[in-house]
């Protein structure tokens, strides 16, 4: 079945750093890739939708130069957090659509817990 | 704009007992509804959804839900609860059309199953 690579799995790093996070579609071609934000009890937020060859389209409240994405081919979508703060410690979560269309199903990445010293 | 509303952020269930989690959903055209589970640490994985056509659906590990239009529900169900069910669950609705079909999540409900 289709696959989600997520990685790093977990990562810890100063204030003030940066950090990126890589989400691979393993045996299929994501167009379309979203990713999440979940702090510890609660539900998945989205962030952003990550669309290959074009600019990413961020939620409403998230800081599109904070969270810089990037989506250069159909098997890669990276996030970078720049120039990280403890309030940014949380769970991040990548997805992808596979089928090639909007109604393909979302496969989830394992996710990566950052935490910010 | 579309919302999920999961009654119950805590289910305790003993081991062979009914799991029910309860789903509710706002939307403004035909939705697909989603059930996934997330074990500590990783990501989500998809018990079960709904698109069209039956309303009860069935899904992986003895799980189901029925889409109940009238109530704006989807719970889900189990008969019999095992050890391994111990996790969140989360109810998603995505509105048919919708720009790249965005997920949008409940709060979750985490099951605890007791021996």
């Known amino acids: 079945g289709a696959v989600v690579s997520q990685h790093p799995s977990r990562v810890i790093c100063k204030s003030g750093t940066s950090v990126k996070i890589e989400c691979r579609s393993l045996?299929?071609?994501?167009?379309?890739m979203f990713w999440y934000r979940q702090f510890p009890k609660q539900s998945l937020m989205l962030m952003a939708t990550s669309n290959e060859g074009s600019k990413a389209t961020y939620e409403q409240g998230v800081e599109k130069d904070k969270f810089l994405i990037n989506h250069a081919s159909l098997t890669l979508s990276t996030l970078t957090v720049t120039s990280a703060h403890p309030e940014d410690s949380s769970f991040y979560i990548c997805?992808?659509?596979?089928?090639?269309?909007?109604?393909?199903?979302?496969?989830f990445g394992n996710g990566t817990r950052l935490t910010v010293t | 704009a579309q919302s999920v509303t999961q009654l119950g952020s805590h289910v305790s269930v003993s081991e062979g007992a009914l799991v029910l989690l309860r789903c509710n959903y706002s939307s403004s055209v035909p939705p697909y509804l989603f059930w996934y589970v997330q074990y500590p640490n990783q990501g989500l994985q998809l018990l079960l959804k709904y698109t069209t056509g039956a309303t009860l659906v069935k899904g992986i590990n003895g799980f189901e839900a029925e889409f109940k239009k009238s109530e704006t529900s989807f719970h889900l169900t189990k008969p019999s609860a095992h050890m391994s069910d111990a996790a969140e669950y989360f109810c998603a609705v995505s509105e048919i059309g919708a720009a790249g079909n965005k997920l949008t999540f409940g709060g979750g409900t985490r099951v605890l199953v007791k021996p």
């Open positions: 045996d299929f071609q994501a167009t379309t």
């Open positions: 997805s992808a659509r596979s089928g090639g269309h909007q109604l393909g199903p979302l496969h």
